[in-house]
């Protein structure tokens, strides 16, 4: 499989789905880098603010790779294949549970040192506030059950909806629902304030505990 599509394979899939893409990379395997090529920033992307820039490069690859050896087990009726790569990304994240609970503390404690913060009132205390915010946002998630954290980070930083999530994590849309407004709970516990996060957490629709 190449990694970047040639130029006429690319334009002859441009305006097709991702379904029909990976129908036709059943008899044509290049034809399958059209997906990466559509995808993989954002699923680099999504590894990287959970495990790390390092960490992200190899595990992004290994997406794909599966995701190519496993195509035709795709249900091409489905025409985005966005929630099914979060769902093969987020599997290999949970090889790493330690180190990504690890990450987070670290951030946590990072952002709660005292080294460069300015004595005096003026505009870096917005920004001082924030990264506080940022740490201690980062504790509450590192606290969070594994499940917990997989709904709520597709959803927040995968930005997928409430089935698209469902259907990434293999899980009922009502567990999703459930899941997730458990996991704001607790962050609007650790936050202090009556929302999470809309960076981290945002309104997909309303959530059913």
Partial sequence: MTLLPAPDVAADTSGASDGSVIERSWETPDTFAVIFDRH???IHRYIARRLG??????????TFVIAFQRRRRYDVSHPHARPWLYGIATNLIGRHRRDEARRL????????????REEQAGPEDGVTSAAEAHGVLAGALAELPARYRDVLLVVAWGELDYAEAAQAL??????????????????????GGPEATTSTAPEKGTDHG
């Fill in 105 to 116: 503390r670290a951030l946590s404690r990072m952002a709660s040192l005292p080294e460069g």
């Fill in 53 to 62: 820039s390092d960490t992200a490069d190899d595990l992004m690859a290994e």
């Fill in 40 to 42: 993989a920033d954002d």
């Fill in 170 to 191: 293999g899980l009922p849309v009502g567990t999703v629902r459930s899941r997730l407004h458990r996991a704001r709970t607790r962050l609007r516990r650790a936050l």
